[in-house]
């Protein structure tokens, strides 16, 4: 499994729904310094810490994510929200699936969970981030 180290992937462009690219699930992989570190805030809630990783395997991209922080249906949302492309080509929308950790524990070595995509690996890949919308389902905190 070759590994992708891609850096400044925090910024966050919001556009349009989009249909999702296909992902199955595969084996857990352990969070190391070639995650990128993210983070989202919305409301008053603490800021949602996660890690996204992406591999290549036969030919195909496996995208891993953790995150911490995430308080019930609110923060769930927004990270199903995430969209995660190359050359602007769909790897993977949402990350309802990302395994789940408690606000105090360090994500850095913890497992990830990982889908493998049905996104061929490209040359010369750039990797983005965004958050598909702005509006959520509020319910009380």
């Not at 290549?56 to 990270?79: F, H, M, P, S, T």
Request: hydrophobic share 45%.
């Amino acid at each position: 499994m070759y590994k992708y180290i891609f850096l400044g992937l925090g910024a966050f462009a919001l556009v349009g729904c989009e249909l999702s690219a296909s992902s199955q699930a595969v084996d857990d992989a352990t969070i190391d310094e070639t995650f990128v570190p993210l983070s989202l805030n919305w409301q008053n809630g603490p800021t949602i810490d996660y890690r996204v990783g992406i591999f290549e395997e036969q030919g195909a991209y496996i995208v891993c994510a953790a995150a911490k922080n995430v308080r019930a249906i609110e923060d769930r949302q927004i990270l199903n929200a995430v969209r995660l492309t190359v050359n602007d080509d769909t790897l993977i929308r949402g990350l309802e699936w990302a395994r789940i950790y408690p606000g105090g524990q360090e994500l850095d070595g913890q497992a990830a969970a990982c889908r493998k995509t049905d996104v061929a690996v490209v040359e010369d890949p750039e990797f983005d981030i965004e958050l598909t919308r702005t509006t959520f389902i509020r319910n009380r905190f």
